[in-house]
């Protein structure tokens, strides 16, 4: 079994490697400048970007997640930051064409960057990982299922963009626990 843990850490490893950390801190730069951000993915990837969102949260930062009662319109002054791995779903499609419209900045995080939903954004952070575009046959490349590979790299690329975030906002993590829910 060690061999399976090994293979997917390296697998892991491997796409992180392949990030344009210039692209993340553009990804963060936007997001800084931004009055409201919001979210949107879908199934997997959607799990990931609510912890994001949570903890932009903890940073202090106005955010809502599509879906959610409390997600406020978005507008000019805002960024609505969409992960679309496969480069296009239908519902991503529609969203982004609203935050567009709104006058709303777009950031996509994907695997595909030539995918529709890339090429409505203003800014793309790439993750060069296996999702559901290219999970069978001879474009498969990894051990993990499905979107697993990309999913994991989305849990510590948004990891390390709070960090950076942390930074350029000053925050301390005095402040992010302050911030973190008591009722639990």
């Known amino acids: 079994m060690t061999t399976l ?6 697998e892991l490893g491997r796409a992180m490697d392949g990030i344009d950390d210039a692209s993340v801190d553009e ?3 936007m997001v800084t400048a931004a009055r409201r951000v919001g979210v949107y993915a879908g199934g997997r990837e959607g799990l990931a970007v609510k912890g994001f969102a949570m903890r932009l949260f903890h940073l202090g930062r106005q955010v809502g997640v599509v879906g959610d009662m409390t997600m406020p319109a978005l507008s000019e002054g805002d960024v609505f930051f969409v992960v679309c791995g496969p480069g296009e779903i239908s519902t991503a499609v529609a969203l982004v064409g609203v935050a567009k419209a709104a006058g709303a900045r777009v950031v996509v995080v994907t695997a595909q960057p030539g995918g529709r939903v890339p090429g409505m954004a203003d800014h793309v ?8 575009a290219d ?11 499905m979107g697993s590979l990309f999913e994991g790299a989305l849990f510590v690329l948004f990891e390390v963009m709070i960090l950076k975030l942390k930074e350029r906002l000053a925050v301390s993590p005095e402040a992010m626990r302050a911030n973190h829910t008591n009722m639990e």
Do not use: K, W
């Open 5 to 10: 843990y090994r293979t997917a850490l390296d």
């Open 27 to 29: 990804a963060c730069r």
């Open 125 to 132: 952070v790439t993750i060069p990982a296996q999702t559901m």
């Open 135 to 145: 999970d069978q046959g001879p474009a498969a490349s990894s051990v993990l299922p």
